[in-house]
Structures are given as structure tokens and as C-alpha cells.
């Protein structure tokens, strides 16, 4: 016997806006894709895109290599990293587990307010707080560099991140951890054997989330981490990220291949963007099939 | 040994709470100590009498109010082009779409959601240098540009709150106008987006404050340290975040750098109200529906 | 020849409903009569409430469902079979209300949770509005209860109350067909009593199909009787 589906009701007047506007949102997506494209096109189309991707920043030498840019980014995201997602995650320890109710409250409210710092305000801060304290830690240079711009990158992305693990922590199965309670485990032991086990897959995705957070951001390191575009030859050297590089070199002439280079940036940050969505897919998706397969 | 990871783990994630707040403290209160001393009409209006800049009698040279302006227009702007979209894809996401056509969308809106500031600010360059290409001498960097730009930026954050607010409505709820005769749209009309709607609004504040504290998207698309009010939309402007950077640039003067610190406490204090404010509508909302 | 006491209101043949892959009924084969009350029954999961749900194509408005075989209604002096496109769906639910097990108030006043219908097809009239309300409320016997707090929200009301608000707004179009899913299993007793003198009132004006599992209560209320077993309908 033939077998109905729901029956589809044809849309009406307004009905037709919804789609519409989603397509409109998706669209714009590809939009930005192309402009990056085609603007960036003849230096791609050069067929130096190793070139360009590999080599140093000597625009006098006809060199529009973003390499070094490219580097200073990943070193400024991975320290940024480094210091964040501990603090990140044992503060997420602390409101998940340890703190009690009304504690949990204040630090859930405290984290949602640090949420909404502006990152001028806090890079405009840290120029005139931290800097000279560099200077004079070091005893030279300008105080400038990826030692001041990578702690203030990792505050600013801390409160996604906790968020996030927060979040991940309470979302692990509550038979699991009244199992645990029952077994008479404390708070950190719960948190050590039971909840960080469990959340790993929450774990990952919020460090995947604050690396792109830190990949994306461009004041901290265009007020912070001095702008030489050069390879970095430590921590304290100046250093330039992709962000800033597109920020810096607005001002040269549209037409010049200087200024084309910044769309190739945009193109690797479009890019990376896409990479770290499709890890952050796997993730969730390894996660869920892990959980399938424990015993119910 | 007994108990000695449990222990360290205790000590580490206090000492990592303490280490964040300390470091916060620090920023947030040499800010504050450098930036509570210059608040006064002095910083909004420099020497132009207040009265005066308000009527726009006179132009504010020295003061931080052709800056508030531009970010409050940019605002107004942004969230002008992004709501109509945003919250009917929104609704799309949640009510309509389904199977491969909803996973492609959550792709994109998540990607979208994804792309650092300043790509969105270079692509608003872009479309600015394109359009002067087709129409020379007209279109520029401008309030419209970057009102477009941001508006790019914020859309994905209103999809996906409407589109959750709309998805954690309770099942029940959700079959009972359709159980008395009512159409698809009729229940997301009239009992759907009501219900949904104190997430809705707070997502939507949220966005607000996205819009005014974005630097890097208005740095590429019309923002200038100092232009006056806006005469149209299609004039450069000032706005309060890149007035900030500018002054952390090239400050002049001690006076300058005040007035920098003025502004971002400023800033600073917008932001926060906003967020304040989201969350007491949220609740007052929720609350307001519950005793309709 | 049939008299007008066993008029068939509903009939389905060899209905089979599937939600996913698996299959929830089988070869549906009942005439429920008009104006009368049937009582399904049997245990939790065979299919009591979805077969209620098919019969005001609710079933549609969740995803992964499919269905064959025929349900007809009697509209209008013809049987009509409801899943013909020419059949307007919203107009099929006016005809065949519902009260779900758990209350569902709207988050509305009292006065609007059962205005909500009218409002739905636009009537516009206060006075209409009102007289209708009114009305309702008087069936299910809340009117004197609410009538001096019409404008508190619904939830406001105690469970047995909501239950009453949910029949008046599902009668307050004048439906032909009622169908209740244990309309009683959230209240206490004297609240399911009332409820259950209700039913035997409506009777004369509707079809009532009741998903029930108290043996008493189908005692006291059923007409005509069937036990649903993994989605297998037979009579008693």
C-alpha cells in the first residue's frame, strides 16, 4: 500500500522571506570568498603562491612573501594557547565542580561580563600597563613584542574558552556522575576521573575554538606585538600577524601588489577559518560515536 | 600519595581562577584609575559648550562626541540590515529547513561565524573599491560600508540565537496551535517567536554591543581619527573604538592620552551596560511572559 | 440500515503508521461511531496516542513519519478521506479538537487561551468573541470558577483547571469529533470525576475517541471499546 509522508503545505507570502533571507546569509558567505579571490587573484594566478607563502617581506626587493606574517600568527595563537587553556580550564574546574552554588553564580556572571570587553579596550590597557613593565623586565628594546601581546590574547580569549569547557563539563551524563557521587567520590575526584575523561571531545573544540579566536584577532597584536614584518628570532622580538599586516597596509596604493598581499592573507585566514570548522566537526562527531559505543 | 592529583588539580584550578582574576583586576583597574579622572562633559564636548554641540550648533574638535555619535549611528546602521535577515533565517533554521539543505546553511553560517574581523573589514574594502570602480568618484569608505560590513559580522550571531531560542521551545507548546487549527506560520507568529522571544532579545543586544566595540571591521571600511559628525551615510566618521587605537598610536599630549582613557572606559562601560542590560531583559522578559 | 445511533463518524481500513523504520500500528481495521464515546486502551506504547494523533493528521507536524492504508470521516454527510489534498488540513483540526495528557495552557489569559481559536480564523467580532468564550467555559463548567479573574494567565489555574481550560478551547469552534489523550491521568480525583461527567455531557454534541488505562473510568464512560497490543487494534 502506497505510504504518505506529511503533506507539505505550499508556502505562503510571508513564508517565502525565510528561506530567502537564509539564502541571502549564505550567499554573502561565498560572497566574501570571491571578493578575497578575485582582488588576490594575480598574485596567486603568478603562480607564486609557494613563493608567496614561503618567502620574507622586502617589498623593495619585490619580495611580498607573508610568510613571516603567517609564522608570527601561529607563534602568537600556540603562546597565547599555552597560557590560556590551562587557566581556562582550571577555572572551568573551579565553576563546574569545586566552587559552591553561589560562588558558581558570581564566576558564571564574572566570565559573561569579561565576555564583553571590548579587545581595544583591553590591548589599549596593556599598552601603557604592560609594556614599560616589558621594557624594563628586559632591559631593552621597545617592549613590544610576542612575550606582551601573547598573555593579553590569551585573557582575551579565556572567557570563550571557559565558557565552553563549563559547558562541556556539565553537559557529561548525569547517571555518570551520580554513579560516582554514590561511590562516595569527591569534587576533584570526580573532576580528574569522571567529568575530564568524559569531556574531552568539549575540551578539544574549545582549545580548536580560542586558536581561531586567537588566529582572528587583530588589535592585541597591532597595538602589542610591534609590527616588524621579519621572522621573530625569540619571544621578545616584534613581530607581525597576518591581522596586522592587513590592518598596516591599507594605506598603500590599491593597485600595487604590496596592497594585493593582503588579500592572500585574507585568503589563508578565509582558509584556516574553514580548516579549523571541519576539525571542530570531526571532533564532535569522534565524541559522539566514542559515546555510542560505551555500554549503556 | 594518596589523594595527591586530586590535590594538585584543587590547588592548580584555584590558583588558575586567582591568576585570571588578578591579571583582569590589574587591566581593568589601571584603566579605570587612569580613565575615571576624565569623565566629565569636558571629554564628550572639549571646549565647545555642551548645549551647543547637542543642537549641532557648533562642531566638537576636541571631544569625544562626534566619535559617540558615529559609533551609536554605526549601530543603529548595522543592526538595521542585519535583523531583517538574521531573524528570519533564524526562523528558517529552526522551523523550515531539514536534511542536507539545514547541514550546507550550518556550514555556512557557521564559517561566516568564523572569519576573523578583519577579513570581513577587507571584503567591505573590496566591495567599496569595486563599486568605485563601476561608480567612479561615489562610493568611498563610508558610515554605509561599514555599516554593511558589520552588519556581516553580527548575522550569524542572530541566526543562530534565534535559531536556538526557537529550537528549546517546549515540544508541548509547540503542537498545541497547531492541534486548534493553526497554520505553520500562525503557531511561529503567534505563539513560537513570543515564547522564544526574551532569548531572542538578549541575542539581539548582544549583537548591539558586537557592533560597537568592533575595531578592525570599521579600520578598513570608513573610520577616521577625526571627520566630525557624518553628513550622510556615504561620509567617513568617527568612531569611538578607532579613536581609541588612533589615540594609543599618536597621542600628542598627556591631555590626549587622557582623553584615550576616557574613551575606553567609556567603551568599556557601553559594552558592559549592554550586556547588563541583555541579561536583566532576558529575565524581565521571561519573567513579563509568564504573567501575560 | 443503519439508524442514527450507529452512524459511523470515523473509519479506517488496514491503517499501518510508521515512525522511522519501526512500525507503531498494523492493519488498523475500526468504525468508530458518532456521538458516542470510544475508549483505546492498553499498555504504555502500543500506539494509543498515535493513533489519536492520526486522526487530526497531528502526526505531521513530527518528523520521520509515515503512514498507509485509509482514515475516513464523516463531513458533511459524506465520508471523506482526510489525506486527500483537497482536505484543508487546518480546517480538518477545527473539526476534530484534542486535549492532550498534559495540560497545555498557552501563555496567555484565561479569556485568551480560549478566545486563541477564533482568533485563528480571524473572527474579529468582540461580542461574537466573548458570547463564544462564555460559552465554552459554561460546558466545562469553569465559567463561575474563573469568571472574575479571566485575565489571569492560564497557568495561574490549578491542574484540574488547566485540564478544563484546554477541553473549553478545544470546544469553542463546536468540533464534531473530541479526541482526549488520558485526559485525567495528571488530575486528582474528584478533578477526574468532573472531567469524566463532562465527557457523558458532550457526548450529545460530539464523537469522542478517550485514550484511557483506568478500568473503572472505561467502565463508566465507554460505548465502544478497543485494546491496542503492539499496535493491533481489537474490539471488546
Same mark, same amino acid.
Given at each position: 500500500?502506497?505510504?504518505?509522508?506529511?503533506?507539505?503545505?505550499?508556502?505562503?507570502?510571508?513564508?517565502?522571506?525565510?528561506?530567502?533571507?537564509?539564502?541571502?546569509?549564505?550567499?554573502?558567505?561565498?560572497?566574501?570568498?570571491?571578493?578575497?579571490?578575485?582582488?588576490?587573484?594575480?598574485?596567486?594566478?603568478?603562480?607564486?603562491?609557494?613563493?608567496?607563502?614561503?618567502?620574507?617581506?622586502?617589498?623593495?626587493?619585490?619580495?611580498?612573501?607573508?610568510?613571516?606574517?603567517?609564522?608570527?600568527?601561529?607563534?602568537?595563537?600556540?603562546?597565547?594557547?599555552?597560557?590560556?587553556?590551562?587557566?581556562?580550564?582550571?577555572?572551568?574546574?573551579?565553576?563546574?565542580?569545586?566552587?559552591?552554588?553561589?560562588?558558581?553564580?558570581?564566576?558564571?556572571?564574572?566570565?559573561?561580563?569579561?565576555?564583553?570587553?571590548?579587545?581595544?579596550?583591553?590591548?589599549?590597557?596593556?599598552?601603557?600597563?604592560?609594556?614599560?613593565?616589558?621594557?624594563?623586565?628586559?632591559?631593552?628594546?621597545?617592549?613590544?613584542?610576542?612575550?606582551?601581546?601573547?598573555?593579553?590574547?590569551?585573557?582575551?580569549?579565556?572567557?570563550?574558552?571557559?565558557?565552553?569547557?563549563?559547558?562541556?563539563?556539565?553537559?557529561?551524563?548525569?547517571?555518570?556522575?551520580?554513579?560516582?557521587?554514590?561511590?562516595?567520590?569527591?569534587?576533584?575526584?570526580?573532576?580528574?576521573?569522571?567529568?575530564?575523561?568524559?569531556?574531552?571531545?568539549?575540551?578539544?573544540?574549545?582549545?580548536?575554538?580560542?586558536?581561531?579566536?586567537?588566529?582572528?584577532?587583530?588589535?592585541?597584536?597591532?597595538?602589542?606585538?610591534?609590527? &616588524?614584518?621579519?621572522?621573530?628570532?625569540?619571544?621578545?622580538?616584534?613581530?607581525?600577524?597576518?591581522?596586522?599586516?592587513?590592518?598596516?597596509?591599507?594605506?598603500?596604493?590599491?593597485? &600595487?601588489?604590496?596592497?594585493?598581499?593582503?588579500?592572500?592573507?585574507?585568503?589563508?585566514?578565509?582558509?584556516?577559518?574553514?580548516?579549523?570548522?571541519?576539525?571542530?566537526?570531526?571532533?564532535?562527531?569522534?565524541?559522539?560515536?566514542?559515546?555510542?559505543?560505551?555500554?549503556? | 600519595?594518596?589523594?595527591?592529583?586530586?590535590?594538585?588539580?584543587?590547588?592548580?584550578?584555584?590558583?588558575?581562577?586567582?591568576?585570571?582574576?588578578?591579571?583582569?583586576?590589574?587591566?581593568?583597574?589601571?584603566?579605570?584609575?587612569?580613565?575615571?579622572?576624565?569623565?566629565?562633559?569636558?571629554?564628550?564636548?572639549?571646549?565647545?559648550?555642551?548645549?551647543?554641540?547637542?543642537?549641532?550648533?557648533?562642531?566638537?574638535?576636541?571631544?569625544?562626541?562626534?566619535?559617540?555619535?558615529?559609533?551609536?549611528?554605526?549601530?543603529?546602521?548595522?543592526?538595521?540590515?542585519?535583523?531583517?535577515? %538574521?531573524?528570519?533565517?533564524?526562523?528558517?533554521?529552526?522551523?523550515?529547513?531539514?536534511?542536507?539543505?539545514?547541514?550546507?546553511?550550518?556550514?555556512?553560517?557557521?564559517?561566516?561565524?568564523?572569519?576573523?574581523?578583519?577579513?570581513?573589514?577587507?571584503?567591505?574594502?573590496?566591495?567599496?573599491?569595486?563599486?568605485?570602480?563601476?561608480?567612479?568618484?561615489?562610493?568611498?569608505?563610508?558610515?554605509?560600508?561599514?555599516?554593511?560590513?558589520?552588519?556581516?559580522? @553580527?548575522?550569524?550571531?542572530?541566526?543562530?540565537?534565534?535559531?536556538?531560542?526557537?529550537?528549546?521551545?517546549?515540544?508541548?507548546?509547540?503542537?498545541?496551535?497547531?492541534?486548534?487549527?493553526?497554520?505553520?506560520?500562525?503557531?511561529?507568529?503567534?505563539?513560537?517567536?513570543?515564547?522564544?522571544?526574551?532569548?531572542?532579545?538578549?541575542?539581539?543586544?548582544?549583537?548591539?554591543?558586537?557592533?560597537?566595540?568592533?575595531?578592525?571591521?570599521?579600520?578598513?571600511? %570608513?573610520?577616521?581619527?577625526?571627520?566630525?559628525?557624518?553628513?550622510?551615510?556615504?561620509?567617513?566618521?568617527?568612531?569611538?573604538?578607532?579613536?581609541?587605537?588612533?589615540?594609543?598610536?599618536?597621542?600628542?599630549?598627556?591631555?590626549?592620552?587622557? @582623553?584615550?582613557?576616557?574613551?575606553? @572606559?567609556?567603551?568599556?562601560?557601553?559594552?558592559?551596560?549592554?550586556?547588563?542590560?541583555?541579561?536583566?531583559?532576558?529575565?524581565?522578559?521571561?519573567?513579563?511572559?509568564?504573567?501575560? | 440500515?443503519?439508524?442514527?445511533?450507529?452512524?459511523?463518524?470515523?473509519?479506517?481500513?488496514?491503517?499501518?503508521?510508521?515512525?522511522?523504520?519501526?512500525?507503531?500500528?498494523?492493519?488498523?481495521?475500526?468504525?468508530?461511531?458518532?456521538?458516542?464515546?470510544?475508549?483505546?486502551?492498553?499498555?504504555?506504547?502500543?500506539?494509543?496516542?498515535?493513533?489519536?494523533?492520526?486522526?487530526?493528521?497531528?502526526?505531521?507536524?513530527?518528523?520521520?513519519?509515515?503512514?498507509?492504508?485509509?482514515?475516513?470521516?464523516?463531513?458533511?454527510?459524506?465520508?471523506?478521506?482526510?489525506?486527500?489534498?483537497?482536505?484543508?488540513?487546518?480546517?480538518?483540526?477545527?473539526?476534530?479538537?484534542?486535549?492532550?495528557?498534559?495540560?497545555?495552557?498557552?501563555?496567555?489569559?484565561?479569556?485568551?487561551?480560549?478566545?486563541?481559536?477564533?482568533?485563528?480564523?480571524?473572527?474579529?467580532?468582540?461580542?461574537?468573541?466573548?458570547?463564544?468564550?462564555?460559552?465554552?467555559?459554561?460546558?466545562?463548567?469553569?465559567?463561575?470558577?474563573?469568571?472574575?479573574?479571566?485575565?489571569?494567565?492560564?497557568?495561574?489555574?490549578?491542574?484540574?483547571?488547566?485540564?478544563?481550560?484546554?477541553?473549553?478551547?478545544?470546544?469553542?469552534?463546536?468540533?464534531?469529533?473530541?479526541?482526549?489523550?488520558?485526559?485525567?491521568?495528571?488530575?486528582?480525583?474528584?478533578?477526574?470525576?468532573?472531567?469524566?461527567?463532562?465527557?457523558?455531557?458532550?457526548?450529545?454534541?460530539?464523537?469522542?475517541?478517550?485514550?484511557?488505562?483506568?478500568?473503572?473510568?472505561?467502565?463508566?464512560?465507554?460505548?465502544?471499546?478497543?485494546?491496542?497490543?503492539?499496535?493491533?487494534?481489537?474490539?471488546?
Amino acid at each position: 500500500m502506497r505510504r504518505r509522508q506529511p503533506a507539505g503545505r505550499p508556502a505562503r507570502g510571508l513564508e517565502y522571506l525565510f528561506p530567502a533571507a537564509a539564502a541571502a546569509g549564505g550567499l554573502f558567505t561565498l560572497a566574501i570568498l570571491a571578493f578575497l579571490l578575485v582582488f588576490g587573484f594575480p598574485l596567486l594566478v603568478d603562480g607564486r603562491l609557494a613563493g608567496l607563502l614561503l618567502s620574507p617581506w622586502e617589498p623593495d626587493r619585490g619580495l611580498f612573501g607573508i610568510y613571516p606574517m603567517a609564522l608570527a600568527s601561529l607563534l602568537l595563537a600556540l603562546s597565547a594557547l599555552v597560557i590560556g587553556v590551562p587557566l581556562s580550564l582550571g577555572t572551568s574546574c573551579v565553576i563546574s565542580t569545586l566552587a559552591g552554588p553561589g560562588l558558581r553564580r558570581f564566576l558564571m556572571h564574572g566570565v559573561r561580563l569579561m565576555a564583553a570587553i571590548p579587545t581595544v579596550v583591553y590591548s589599549f590597557a596593556a599598552l601603557f600597563l604592560l609594556v614599560p613593565l616589558m621594557r624594563r623586565l628586559l632591559g631593552a628594546g621597545s617592549g613590544l613584542g610576542l612575550l606582551t601581546a601573547a598573555p593579553v590574547l590569551a585573557l582575551l580569549v579565556s572567557p570563550t574558552m571557559i565558557i565552553f569547557f563549563t559547558n562541556s563539563f556539565n553537559r557529561v551524563e548525569r547517571q555518570v556522575l551520580l554513579a560516582a557521587d554514590a561511590l562516595g567520590a569527591t569534587g576533584p575526584q570526580k573532576l580528574l576521573f569522571v567529568i575530564l575523561p568524559a569531556a574531552w571531545p568539549g575540551i578539544l573544540n574549545g582549545m580548536l575554538l580560542g586558536f581561531g579566536r586567537a588566529m582572528g584577532d587583530t588589535m592585541v597584536s597591532l597595538m602589542l606585538a610591534g609590527n &616588524s614584518p621579519v621572522v621573530p628570532g625569540s619571544v621578545v622580538d616584534p613581530a607581525r600577524t597576518l591581522t596586522a599586516h592587513i590592518a598596516l597596509v591599507m594605506a598603500a596604493d590599491f593597485d &600595487s601588489m604590496e596592497f594585493r598581499s593582503v588579500f592572500v592573507c585574507g585568503l589563508v585566514l578565509y582558509a584556516m577559518t574553514g580548516l579549523l570548522m571541519l576539525c571542530f566537526r570531526l571532533v564532535a562527531a569522534l565524541g559522539r560515536r566514542t559515546r555510542h559505543e560505551r555500554p549503556a | 600519595m594518596n589523594g595527591l592529583p586530586e590535590k594538585l588539580l584543587t590547588i592548580f584550578s584555584w590558583l588558575a581562577l586567582s591568576a585570571l582574576a588578578a591579571a583582569l583586576v590589574f587591566l581593568l583597574g589601571f584603566l579605570w584609575m587612569r580613565g575615571l579622572p576624565t569623565l566629565g562633559p569636558e571629554l564628550l564636548f572639549g571646549h565647545t559648550p555642551p548645549l551647543d554641540a547637542l543642537l549641532f550648533r557648533q562642531q566638537v574638535f576636541d571631544g569625544l562626541f562626534p566619535a559617540v555619535c558615529g559609533t551609536l549611528l554605526l549601530v543603529l546602521l548595522s543592526m538595521l540590515l542585519a535583523l531583517p535577515l %538574521g531573524i528570519p533565517a533564524g526562523i528558517y533554521m529552526a522551523e523550515y529547513a531539514g536534511g542536507r539543505l539545514r547541514r550546507l546553511f550550518n556550514l555556512f553560517f557557521d564559517i561566516l561565524a568564523g572569519i576573523p574581523s578583519i577579513v570581513i573589514g577587507l571584503a567591505g574594502l573590496s566591495l567599496t573599491i569595486f563599486l568605485h570602480r563601476v561608480f567612479p568618484g561615489r562610493v568611498a569608505p563610508s558610515l554605509l560600508v561599514s555599516g554593511l560590513a558589520l552588519a556581516m559580522l @553580527v548575522l550569524p550571531y542572530l541566526i543562530r540565537t534565534t535559531q536556538t531560542a526557537l529550537e528549546q521551545v517546549d515540544p508541548l507548546l509547540r503542537a498545541t496551535a497547531p492541534a486548534l487549527g493553526a497554520s505553520r506560520l500562525q503557531n511561529i507568529l503567534r505563539v513560537l517567536l513570543p515564547s522564544a522571544l526574551p532569548d531572542i532579545t538578549g541575542g539581539i543586544i548582544l549583537a548591539t554591543a558586537r557592533c560597537a566595540e568592533d575595531t578592525a571591521v570599521i579600520m578598513l571600511t %570608513g573610520a577616521v581619527a577625526s571627520a566630525g559628525l557624518p553628513g550622510s551615510l556615504l561620509d567617513r566618521y568617527e568612531a569611538l573604538p578607532f579613536t581609541i587605537y588612533t589615540i594609543s598610536a599618536q597621542y600628542g599630549s598627556p591631555e590626549e592620552l587622557a @582623553v584615550g582613557f576616557g574613551a575606553a @572606559v567609556l567603551l568599556l562601560f557601553l559594552c558592559m551596560g549592554l550586556l547588563l542590560a541583555a541579561l536583566g531583559v532576558q529575565r524581565r522578559l521571561s519573567v513579563l511572559l509568564l504573567y501575560r | 440500515m443503519k439508524t442514527d445511533s450507529q452512524r459511523t463518524k470515523i473509519r479506517t481500513r488496514d491503517l499501518c503508521f510508521f515512525h522511522g523504520r519501526r512500525q507503531v500500528l498494523d492493519r488498523v481495521n475500526v468504525e468508530l461511531a458518532a456521538n458516542r464515546i470510544t475508549v483505546i486502551t492498553g499498555p504504555s506504547g502500543s500506539g494509543k496516542s498515535t493513533f489519536l494523533m492520526v486522526l487530526n493528521r497531528l502526526w505531521e507536524e513530527y518528523g520521520r513519519c509515515s503512514l498507509s492504508g485509509r482514515v475516513e470521516m464523516e463531513m458533511d454527510g459524506r465520508m471523506v478521506e482526510i489525506h486527500d489534498p483537497a482536505v484543508d488540513l487546518s480546517g480538518l483540526r477545527r473539526r476534530v479538537g484534542m486535549v492532550f495528557q498534559q495540560p497545555n495552557p498557552l501563555p496567555m489569559s484565561i479569556f485568551r487561551n480560549v478566545a486563541f481559536p477564533l482568533k485563528l480564523i480571524h473572527v474579529r467580532d468582540r461580542d461574537r468573541i466573548r458570547r463564544a468564550v462564555h460559552s465554552a467555559l459554561e460546558r466545562v463548567h469553569l465559567w463561575q470558577e474563573v469568571k472574575d479573574r479571566l485575565h489571569e494567565d492560564g497557568r495561574s489555574l490549578s491542574g484540574g483547571q488547566q485540564q478544563r481550560l484546554c477541553l473549553a478551547r478545544a470546544l469553542v469552534l463546536r468540533p464534531e469529533v473530541l479526541l482526549l489523550d488520558e485526559p485525567t491521568s495528571s488530575l486528582d480525583p474528584a478533578a477526574a470525576a468532573a472531567i469524566e461527567e463532562l465527557l457523558l455531557e458532550l457526548k450529545s454534541t460530539c464523537t469522542l475517541v478517550v485514550v484511557s488505562h483506568y478500568h473503572d473510568q472505561i467502565r463508566r464512560i465507554a460505548d465502544q471499546r478497543f485494546t491496542v497490543v503492539n499496535g493491533r487494534f481489537s474490539a471488546d
